[in-house]
Nanobody, 115 residues
Framework: QVRLVESGGGLVQAGGSLRLSCAAS????????LAWFRQAPGKEREFVARIWTGTTYYADSVKGRFTISRDNAKNTVYLQMNDLKPEDTAVYYC??????????WGQGTQVTVSS
């Protein structure tokens, strides 16, 4: 059974940094397509970043500020977020793609950026 557990969210001032973690079980992060999404209040869930083998891809809104990475030994995916802005405030979710569907999701972790 696949399980994704996010952690690391919190309250930070604009310009600050946070690192989110997504601990995976029931899958192997080194060969899986994994991504971070976020959902702000009153808005639809949006893509943030994706990692698959050695390839990463970012939404334009976070490019140059966020970095997705993984630790194969810990079977964990990370999202390093720097230079945070109030518009980055959202619940951040980790997800796994299978057969072109984001089929598994974590419970989310809240990130709040104050101005």
């Amino acid at each position: 059974q696949v399980r994704l557990v996010e952690s690391g969210g919190g309250l930070v001032q604009a310009g600050g940094s946070l690192r989110l973690s997504c601990a995976a079980s029931g899958l192997t992060v080194s060969i899986s397509v994994l991504a971070w999404f976020r959902q702000a209040p009153g808005k639809e869930r949006e893509f943030v970043a994706r990692i698959w083998t050695g390839t990463t891809y970012y939404a334009d809104s976070v490019k140059g500020r966020f970095t997705i990475s993984r630790d194969n030994a810990k079977n964990t995916v990370y999202l390093q977020m720097n230079d945070l802005k109030p518009e980055d405030t959202a619940v951040y979710y980790c997800a796994r793609n299978m057969y072109d569907r984001w089929s598994n999701w974590g419970q989310g972790t809240q990130v709040t950026v104050s101005s």
